[in-house]
């Protein structure tokens, strides 16, 4: 079974839409973190957020936003006003320190955004 | 940036030959991974370290092996390389197994 699902493989919006992209995660340890990670077409990976099972607030950074729910087990990232530069793979990833040090990525997101 | 870099970035090599990927960071972080990343499969972890001479299985870790002699560099090697193993392969770095990690450029391996 998947720990980290995006089921979103890709998404076209027209810029200054707002898009949201999805992660599920699955995990029993009950100290864990979640990550979003971003691979321009480029092909680097870029660090976006981290967030630690017990912090649930939401995270807000110029447009990018996150919003985690434990009691869902999601985590996901909201781009409002995308803009053409937003065009990218996101990655959703999870690290489980409990049962064991493991790191588990999602499939990805494929964003376009269309001028 | 953090400082990762990843050698060589191609390689095009045939079945059955041994390969080394090198990867060499200036942040003496602890702790070094290599995944390789597939299509439809993201990224999935080979092998990781947290320090020298100190390494662990990932998700994918049969056919690979890793070392870690020195801080700044950890290789992975394919004893014996097959069409299979043909991926983009990246190193990552983090200061402790809570952070961030920090990837390298990758390196495009083909295994004809």
């Known amino acids: 079974a998947q720990k980290v699902t995006q089921a979103q493989t890709e998404i076209s919006v027209v810029e200054k839409e707002d898009v949201t992209l999805d992660c599920v995660y699955e995990?029993?340890?009950?100290?864990?973190?979640l990550f979003w990670y971003k691979q321009p077409p480029s092909g680097e990976l870029v660090f976006l957020i981290r967030?630690?099972?017990?912090?649930?607030q939401n995270e807000i950074s110029g447009r990018y936003s996150w919003n985690f729910q434990k009691s869902t087990s999601s985590f996901n990232f909201t781009i409002t006003a995308s803009q053409v530069v937003d065009s990218a793979v996101y990655f959703c990833?999870?690290?489980?320190?409990?049962?064991?040090?493991?790191?588990?990525f999602g499939t990805g997101t494929s964003l376009t955004v269309i001028p | 940036d953090a400082g990762i870099t990843q050698s060589p970035r191609h390689k095009v090599t045939e079945t059955g030959t041994p390969v080394t990927l090198r990867c060499h960071q200036t942040?003496?972080?602890?702790?070094m991974y290599w995944y390789r990343q597939d299509p439809g499969h993201g990224l999935r972890l080979i092998h990781y370290?947290?320090?020298?001479?100190?390494?662990d299985k990932g998700e994918v870790s049969d056919g690979y092996s890793v070392s870690r002699s020195k801080t700044e560099d950890f290789l992975l090697t394919l004893e014996s390389a097959t069409s299979s193993q043909t991926s983009v392969y990246f190193c990552?770095?983090?200061?402790?197994?809570?952070?961030?990690?920090?990837f390298g450029p990758g390196t495009r391996l083909t295994v004809t």
């Open positions: 990552a770095i983090s200061g402790s197994i809570y952070d961030e990690q920090y």
């Open positions: 995990t029993r340890d009950t100290t864990y973190y």
């Open positions: 967030r630690n099972s017990f912090d649930e």
């Open positions: 990833a999870l690290s489980e320190v409990v049962t064991g040090n493991q790191f588990y």
């Open positions: 942040e003496n972080h602890r702790y």
């Open positions: 370290s947290y320090g020298v001479k100190d390494t």
